[in-house]
């Protein structure tokens, strides 16, 4: 890769420096492999600033800065940066699926965190095909069904069975297998294999050093309560119990663990529908300032959306910053959180109260909206954008587009960044009307 930016190749811009461009990659590369994020961050602006706008070497560079801007938490700039660089990446360098593979990860990465989860597939599908080396394929897939098990839970089933066919021709340490070994655990209790996520858990828990682990981190913690998680659900309260308290959940020996000065679950009712036997595991990370860093969900008995919707709600989730830095960092890390909704007051759905109309206003002017579908979203998407291609040949600016926009839009597998772009396109044809 250095051969690559160095120099001598056309397009890269020739300054009088008292260091080459060659060495300035190779300080940024070698502050990139550092703790030191805001010197790498650095250094990587200066090569930015040294190589030609528009070039392959610039959107080298641009995705090369993309992680680092994410580390410093200014994930909008590392989205954009990712976007510019992909878009100077030539698509038939093979020698760039390396760059080509980490912008993908990085989107999928800040879409997952934002729990754009649609969006999240998206990207991550995107860098699975675009990486090379199976240790960079195993990399996007293992991102990847964490998002499509709540998305399209058998699309993350047949993604693990990609990852299997790899990781048996691949030498995995123990802990890297168990990671898998989790999501699969996790896939399983979100389509109710209970006896099949009881069964993985456990090997998890095995390969992570089994029950006898003198000292656990965050990572046994976690698929201990999968294991309890899968007791529970199974009717085994004792071994649910039993898998619950070694994950060390309540001996907190310094600090407390109080509830959040914010700490709301999500009304009943709403754009997802939420009802009061719907019941999720939200688990989450609780930065230094007392904000919520991260939140995914881990189970919900309302399917992919239900999920999504308990998440949001711990997302707005804080703590005052002094009671948070009293409490140990391993109590913050990998929270987990079983949640109901709140009968207080049940809101309504304002998309349901809005697409009523929508739909009536359309049948008066003699269009009809193509049927809600009865099955799970991701397999009715193909058939509403092959809806909406057909009606966009006929008229892309008639009614029946915007009906099949409708549609499309409304599909929860779509990303937001892609809906956003419908919505605007379906309101500028109901403003044309």
């Not at 675009?130 to 293992?142: F, N, P, Q, V």
């Not at 047949?158 to 990781?167: F, G, V």
């Not at 691949?170 to 979100?190: C, G, P, W, Y």
């Not at 697409?355 to 509403?384: H, N, Y």
């Amino acid at each position: 890769m250095l051969a690559m930016i160095c120099g001598s190749v056309p397009g890269v811009a020739q300054t009088a420096a008292s260091t080459t461009v060659q060495q300035d990659f190779e300080a940024a590369a070698v502050l990139d492999a550092t703790p030191d994020r805001a010197a790498a961050l650095a250094a990587w602006e200066k090569l930015e600033a040294r190589t030609k706008p528009g070039s392959r070497n610039r959107g080298i560079v641009l995705v090369r800065k993309a992680p680092v801007l994410f580390s410093l938490r200014r994930s909008d700039e590392s989205v954009r940066a990712a976007r510019a660089g992909l878009a100077l990446l030539p698509a038939g360098d093979a020698s760039l699926a390396e760059d080509r593979t980490r912008a993908f990860l990085i989107l999928g990465q800040v879409a997952t965190d934002t729990l754009d989860y649609a969006g999240a597939v998206t990207a991550l599908e995107q860098a699975e095909a675009a990486a090379i080396s199976s240790a960079d394929k195993l990399g996007a897939m293992l991102s990847l069904v964490a998002v499509q098990t709540f998305v399209d839970p058998a699309a993350a089933a047949a993604t693990l069975a990609r990852s299997d066919t790899l990781i048996a021709n691949s030498k995995l340490d123990n802990r890297t297998a168990a990671r898998f070994v989790r999501e699969r655990t996790i896939q399983k209790l979100n389509t109710g294999d209970i006896a099949g996520a009881r069964a993985s858990s456990l090997q998890a828990v095995k390969l992570l050093g089994g029950m006898e682990t003198a000292k656990i981190d965050p990572m046994d913690a976690a698929a201990r309560s999968d294991a309890a998680i899968a007791f529970l659900l199974g009717g085994n309260a004792d071994e649910a119990r039993r898998y619950m308290a070694y994950t060390v959940a309540g001996r907190m020996k310094k600090g407390s663990f109080d509830p959040a000065a914010e700490m709301r679950s999500p009304d009943c009712g709403g754009d997802a529908g939420l009802k009061p036997n719907d019941v999720a595991v939200v688990e989450f990370n609780i930065a230094d300032d007392g904000t919520i860093e991260r939140a995914r969900p881990i189970y919900a008995a309302g399917g992919g959306q239900v999920a999504l919707e308990f998440a949001r709600a711990v997302k707005g989730w804080s703590w005052p910053a002094a009671d948070v830095q009293a409490i140990p960092a391993f109590y913050r890390y990998n929270v987990r959180v079983e949640m109901r909704c709140s009968t207080a007051f049940e809101r309504p759905s304002i998309g349901d109260g809005l697409g009523g109309a929508f739909e009536q206003w359309l049948a008066d002017k003699g269009v009809a909206v193509p049927p809600a579908p009865t099955g799970p979203a991701a397999a009715a998407l193909g058939a509403q954008r092959a809806e909406l291609a057909s009606a966009m040949i006929q008229s892309p600016n008639g009614l029946k587009t915007l009906a099949a926009l409708y549609r499309v839009t409304g599909n929860s597998t779509v990303a937001q960044e892609e809906r956003a772009a419908l919505h605007a396109r379906g309101l500028a044809i109901a403003t044309a009307k």
